[in-house]
Structures are given as C-alpha cells and as structure tokens.
C-alpha cells in the first residue's frame, strides 16, 4: 500500500497538484474499484449460478441474451430497476426502506479488509479478522428487520429462522478462526497469508493443519450466508420466499445483490484464513519467473489478485455444487447439528491447534 | 374463543409446495402445528353433476382431466363401465395394450412425484432427472396416441388404433433401470435427506385403514392390498405389491421407487402378450346414441395414489342419472388433519409431500 500511495502522491506533485488533495483522493480509489470489481463479479457470479446450475441439472442455463447469455444478468437488473417499487400497506415503511440498505453495505465493508495482494489491503488493522466477523453479521440485522417489518407471516418465519440459525452458527465460526489465528500468532489478515508461506507449499496453507476448523467453517458460512442446505430462512417450498416475500424492484435486488457480494466476500476470507491467499500454488510466482525486473513487479500484484479470485471462486463453486445436490435441512436437525457436533469439534479444532504451534511452531514462525 | 397466543397461517391456495391450490389453515405455536384445517375445493370442476347433462361420449374426453397425472387410469375406469354394461369381452391384445399404457403412465406419474416430493424437500436437481425420464413416456404417449396427456386414447370396448414402436418402450425400461439406481445414489445415500424423512409423518395402520387410505400409503403401513391383483385386466402377470413396515414418509418414497421396477415388470409381461397376439380383433361399441341398461354399475382400479374406482346409475338413458368418482387424494388431504398435528412448518410440507396428494383428483 504504501508504495503505491508513494507513487500516487509522485504523479500528482509532478503535475503542481498539492499533497492535501493527494492524500484525501488516494482513499477513494480503492472504494470505487471495490465498488466496480464487486458489481462486475455479482453480476457474473449470478450468470455462473444459473449457468452452472444449469449444467448440473441437464440444462443449458441462460443463452438468450448476448453471447452465450452473457448479458441475462444485466438484463434482470434492469428489469428489477424499471419495476415499481411495492411497500405493502400495512409494511412498517422505514425499516422496510432500511432492511435492503443494511444488507448490501456490510459486503462493501468487509470487501475492504480482505489482502488482495500483499500491497492492496485497503483497511489495514491489526485485528482484521474481528471486524470482518462483526460486519459479516450484519445482514442478520437488515434480515430480520425486512422479515418483521414486511408484516407478512412468511417473512417473519424467514426473518426468525435466519436469527436463530445465526447466533448457532456464529460460535463454531469463531472458534475455528482462533484456531487459525493460533496458528499465525495474529489477527490481522495480511500477516495471516503470509504465515502460511512456508517451505512446504501448498501442503503448508493452513487448510492442511486446520482440516477440521476448515471444514466447520465451510459449513458455517454456508448456514451464515443462507445457502442450500442451510437456507431456510428463504425455503421457497415452505416460507414462499422467506423474508424477501415482499419485497419488488431494486429492493430485492439490492438483497440479492448483498447476498451475492456476501458470497464473494466470505470465499474471499475463507480462501485467504485457509487457502494462502493471494499465495501463488507454485511456491513462486510465475511473473517473477517469467519476467524480471518492474514489469514482474507490477504483474506480480495482478498474479496475486487472481490467485486469490481463483481459490475464491473454486470455494464458490463448490458451494454451487453443494446446491445442486442437497435437499433442505430441518430446523431443529440444523440447530442441534450446530451446537451438538460442529461447535465441540470446533472446539476441539482449537485444542489441537494450540498444541501444534506449541510443538511445531517454528513451521510457522 | 380463539386462543391469541397462535399463529394462524394460510398455507396456500397459492403456495409452492401445496402442488395445486390446496388452502392449509394452520394454527402455529411458534413453528409447532397444533391444528391443521384442509380446505379444499378451488379446482371444483363439477366432474360428476357434469356427467347428468351430458352423453356418455360427449363426458368421456373429461375423465382423464380428473388426474391429468394418471389419465389412462380414469379412462380405463369409464370405458370399463360401459363395457361391463354392455357386456364387451375384451380381446387379449387391447387388453395387454391397455395394461402396457396404464403402467407406463404410473411410472410417469411416480417419477414426478419423486422430483416433486425432492423439490418440497428443497433439493433442485432430482426434479430435472425425474422429468427427464418421464420426458421419454410422454414422447411415447404422443407418438402413440397424439397427446402427451389427457390422452383420451381408450375407447369404448378397445383402443382407438393399434400400437406400434414397442421397441421404443424396451429401450426406456433400459434406461429406467440405469437411471433408478442414479436416483438411489443421489438420493437414498443423502443423510440430510434421510434425517429429514426417517420416522417422519408415522401412519399407523388403523389411522390408514379408518381413513380409507389406500395405494402406496397405506401398502407403506403394511397393508397387502393392491387392486391390481383383482383386477381382471391384470389376470395372468405375476407382480408382487410392495408392501412395507417403515409407516414413514421414507418408506413411502422407497415404495414408490419400487414400484416403478414392479411396473416395468409389468411392461414387460404385457410386451410378451403383445408379441403373441398381434391381431386387434376390438368390437368397438357405437358410441352415438349409446344408452345403458338401467342399473347400476361400478369399476374400479389401482391408480398411483390409491383406489380410484368409478359408479354409474343409469335409468335406461343416454346418460347417467347419477355418475361418482372415487379418487385416492381425497382420503389423503383429510388425513393431514391428524398427520400434521404436533409437526413442526417444514416437517408438514415433508408429510403432506409424501403422501402424494394431486388437487385436480381431490376437487375433481
């Protein structure tokens, strides 16, 4: 980061311009190419959905609009913006307007903390890791808040459904990421990825050590983001539509568009906790291989960040795959399934981590 | 007084999972069912008060609507009237062609039920593969007798041309036989599935048998009746009835899945019968102006949800004076009264899934 900021600052004091207006512009860049990359990779990340789903199920998926239905997703939301924009009467008209809003902010945010490359970190604390958990939360709140306020029953099935599957999945969550954290001696995301280069490769990320806290993670952040088999509170064959029933137009797009960046987001961490990152799978970087000198350099950032959307989109497809082959669960066999076997497990994930930094720590000093 | 402290939800007419416009009234105790009101009749056509104002070939092109799931079943019902009235021998080839068609279209019907039940159950894929096969019967069905449903192909004392392109029907038995093992390996080996089914929506024998229950759910209870082994179009094929002890929505899903290999059985014996005879030899009765005797008549038949049989009470008129269907659905949505009570939201939809409830039959 910094030395882009110093280049940034160069170019700007070359052209006369002073280093106040440097300094307040520098911040943002990034929030308007997370803000442009996050459009780009929700609108694809549908596309790949529908396409994918598709595949599973002996279908073609969308091949209509553009080349090979590649334009179907820009045409929903277009469809989704001209449509009218329904509150029903009896709607609670504030924080029915609000619910959408508090979905789709919290994935702008926590899309900030993530280590893109080890110079594109745009919010860079020590303790990364707790905010991301606190912002990844949010959209509990803008859930039940549109579950309560569309005063519909469904909705409010939805709304109640996600809370409780929230809160039982929110612990086995943290305790893998102790493990985790552990491990790296830090809670800060950065300093986390670069833990796991070590002379063992990919064998060395800590998805291998940490196979159990992976997994329990896995699993939760698909109960946290209300994916199939976890999505109840949005069961179309029980709840209709579960707490986005009454919602139209740009409000349900702006909850699908939070889902979907949630999704990106939380394959992001999850690839950066446990898949080394932006970490190249070779061990080196084919760009310092192949080129040397500041041409390497500046295409080694770009390496980083496609290392990175790579592992993160390997997640995602899983996750799409898992859809395409599980039914629902129920909703008292999924909270037992949370605090009977995934939080002890987890617990016992971190027991064994600690053990392991204690007698092999120089691995990852 | 109506107790404040419960929910009282609306499931349908309009609900994803009520397959149809059944209306649920459910009174919920947070997700817990304690009442459970079916409320039905928003397809009423008035199949039956219909048929006093109309001649019998002109009521006949209805009938299949009553399950357009299982059409071939509610022909064969009202074609086996009218020829028990008039005393029609049916010759051995229309009978195999009949027994032929009427298995086919259960194996159609079970498949979607299978990805229909799957798509309660909140798994998407299953559904594409079911449809997928059930695609091959409906391409037979059209090739054979120009519709894919609502085939109106039975005719009085026969069948309205001869079949052909048997092989067509070998080759899907093939395909079925792979493809239910595909469906086990994605499905019967599913522990969410199994945990979501398993001692789920437990029907007791004398709950089955005092709520006139029959077909796969109540065979699932361990009941041995199946109507095929009296029936006189089904003398001489050998099939067991898939009866078993599990009482539970999984043992219904696993009887169903058997079912379809006792039915290909089935096929197949008619497939035999049908290379033997290959004369039609049908002695159509004229249907203009076709009166029956007066008296009253009845048939009746295993249809895929159960009983369905059909009464005739004729004065010696060209139509009946009284016409009633017997629809195994019907019995189904009344005993959701006592199966949902105790359950909670989506275990009910697993139940009322499971007992493969069709609207059109129930509303008729």
Redesign the interface.
Known sequence: MNYLYFLYIEFLTKHNVPQIIGDITFYCIPITIIFIVLLLVVLALVLAERKL?GW????KGPNRVGFWGILQTLADALKLLCKENITPSSADRFLFNLAPILMFTPALVVLGLIPYSSEFMFVNFQTNVLIYIIFAGFPILSILIGGWASNN?YSL?GGMRNVSQVLAYELPIAFSLLGVITLASSMNLGKITLAQSTQYGVLGWFWMPCIIGFIVMFISILAELNR??F??PE????L?CGYNTEYSGMRFALFYLGEYSLLFANALFLSVLFLGGYLSPFGKYISTVFFGGQIGEILLYFEQVFWLILKSFFIIFVVIWI???????????LLKFSWAFLLPISILNLLLMVLLKYFMGGVYA | MTNTNLLKLNLGPQHPSTHGVLRLILELDGEKIVSCKPDVGYLHRGMEKMAERLSYVQYYPTVDRIDYLAGFFYSELFCEIIEKALNVELSERVKAIRVLLLELNRIASHLLWIGAYLMDLGAVSPFFYTFRERELILKYFEKITGQRMMNNYFIFGGVRRDIFDIEDVEEFLEILKTKIKDYERIIDSNPIFLQRTKGKGVLEQNVALNGAITGVNLRASGVNLDFRTKHKLYEGYEFTPIVSEGKDCYTRYRARVLELNESSKLIKQAIEKLKQNSALNQTLIQPIGLKLPAGEFYSEIEAPRGLASCYVKSDGENKPYRLKWRTGSYYAVNLLRKLLKGTYLNDAIAIAGSLDIILPEVDK
């Open positions: 789903l599973f199920t002996q279908r029953k099935f199939c088999p999505d109840l069961a179309e064959s029980e209709i859809r395409a082959v599980f039914p629902r669960m129920a909703s008292f066999d």
